[in-house]
């Protein structure tokens, strides 16, 4: 066994033979052949009410991104753990990183954390084998970062996630099987740019780790500075102090709890198989101008899985989504404009998300996003990537994320619906829970490979 891959090369081709080993195969069945799932108490639930359920809700806020909304959600109230150990050997940072394979990944396999398990799998109620590397994150533990973040606050009620890395020095522990590799941090970090490659949860651990220690010298972009002009861009925004911003620190986060006062958004349970405007079958569960979701129900093997066959529902978006970061130097300075995005699976009600997120037939309903989707055309491409969010929970939910620098001078304000940041200011807010969309987090972890740019 390799002990290293320090290569983009060597990286994808163990991705490939990892997917082999998994012999993955899936496939859509009905409801009443789903092992241990069942309608209950108004609700998809697992046999033994643990794991996660797909329930009814009704929202009602006074957000036009809400008003008044039906729909499925994912209750998922446990408290997962998302989680990369780093290791200092040789003067080289490496990532264990885990090649897992997921029923809705685009391409089944995926890298993602050392250790990625909810609740219900690391305590083994599915009966299978135990979650590698949990120990290195117990709470005990001396953890390099560790906040809670949150998922998909579209697709998940209250859903939010332990996300951390942890540094040792040395060699550390030897990769357990196939299916984890120590992987130099560069390669990793370089992936991040390819298409369905890097997992929703390793980009959120990624970019909510210190950005000091994935980088060659302790210096965010400080390599990048000499290497383009965006590079330049970036190194000044992520040292920018406050009085050079166009809102201080604090005044976003007035501006955002602002935005929490005013989308007052109140939640209704409704049973699952009776949602207003959404048919319910045994095969399906979906809206009925088939434009949102559906929720379907699957069978599944895969052989490198702590347990390699099962059953479970999943969610999957009738329309891909488009994610838009959009930055523009202000007063010299690069900001990042992030929308105040309401969801109604939010404990918050409203977080920081990207200046953009539509599907396709969305881009005409929202007032201040749809004066961006032509604003970005005059705009100039940093990153253009294709992801697949959520391979546990979602079935094949593609999402196309990019960063696009508008001109200078090119009138975009921010009003009441965003805010301006400073590359500075949103390591800050990286550091708070509930501060940053998943999407949000995403979009952002396409700045990491710049570190080592030069």
Not at 109 to 134: D, F, I, K, M
Request: hydrophobic share 40%; net charge negative; aromatic share 8%.
């Amino acid at each position: 066994m390799q002990d290293r891959l320090d290569s983009v090369e060597q990286i994808l081709d163990w991705r490939s033979k990892q997917l082999s080993l998994s012999a993955f195969h899936y496939e859509r069945i009905p409801l009443s052949q789903c092992r241990a799932w069942r309608l209950a108490d108004g609700r998809i639930e697992h046999s033994t009410r643990r794991f996660f359920s797909v329930a009814g809700i009704a929202a009602a806020s006074a957000s036009p991104a809400v008003n008044t909304q039906s729909q499925p959600i994912i209750d998922q109230p446990e408290v997962g753990t998302l989680a990369f150990l780093l290791r200092h050997l040789d003067g080289q940072c490496d990532v264990l990183v885990q090649a897992k394979t997921e029923p809705g990944n685009v391409g089944a396999a995926q890298l993602a954390p050392t250790v990625q398990a909810t609740l219900s799998n690391y305590n083994r109620l599915h009966g299978g084998a135990p979650t590698r590397y949990l120990e290195y994150f117990d709470i005990t533990t001396d953890t390099t970062s560790d906040q809670l973040q949150s998922e998909q606050g579209t697709r998940f009620l209250a859903k939010y996630n332990r996300n951390a890395t942890r540094e040792i020095v040395g060699s550390g522990p030897e990769p357990a099987g196939e299916a984890w590799r120590w992987c130099g941090m560069e390669p990793l970090l370089a992936l991040l740019h390819h298409d369905y490659v890097i997992n929703t949860d390793a980009r959120s651990v990624l970019v909510a780790s210190p950005w000091e220690s994935l980088g060659p010298d302790g210096s965010p972009f400080s390599f990048a500075r000499g290497a383009c002009n965006f590079g330049a861009d970036l190194f000044t925004s992520h040292g920018t102090q406050d009085d050079k911003a166009v809102h201080n620190f604090v005044d976003l986060l007035d501006r955002l709890s602002a935005a929490r006062l005013s989308a007052s958004i109140v939640l209704c349970p409704v049973p699952i198989d009776s949602i207003s405007g959404w048919i319910f079958e045994d095969s399906e569960i979906a809206d009925e101008g088939r434009s949102r979701f559906r929720v379907g129900y699957h069978r599944i093997q895969a052989l490198d899985r702590e347990v390699p066959r099962w059953d479970q529902p999943l969610l999957s978006d009738f329309h891909a989504v488009n994610v838009v970061l959009v930055c523009q130097r202000r007063g010299g300075v690069l900001h990042f404009l992030l929308r105040h995005a309401v969801e109604i699976g939010f404990r918050e009600g409203v977080q920081f998300g990207p200046s953009l997120q539509l599907t396709a037939t969305e881009h005409l309903r929202d007032p201040f996003q749809r004066p961006l989707v032509d604003l970005i055309e005059e705009g100039i491409v940093h990153a253009d990537v294709w992801a697949s969010d959520e391979g546990g929970r979602f079935d094949h939910n593609r999402v196309r994320y990019r960063i696009v620098q508008l001109p200078d001078g090119l009138e975009c304000s921010d009003g009441p619906a965003a805010s301006w940041a400073t590359l500075s200011q949103i390591r800050k807010l990286l550091k708070i829970s509930g501060a940053l969309t998943n999407e949000a987090r995403s979009v952002l972890s396409l700045l990491l490979p710049y570190l080592w740019k030069a």
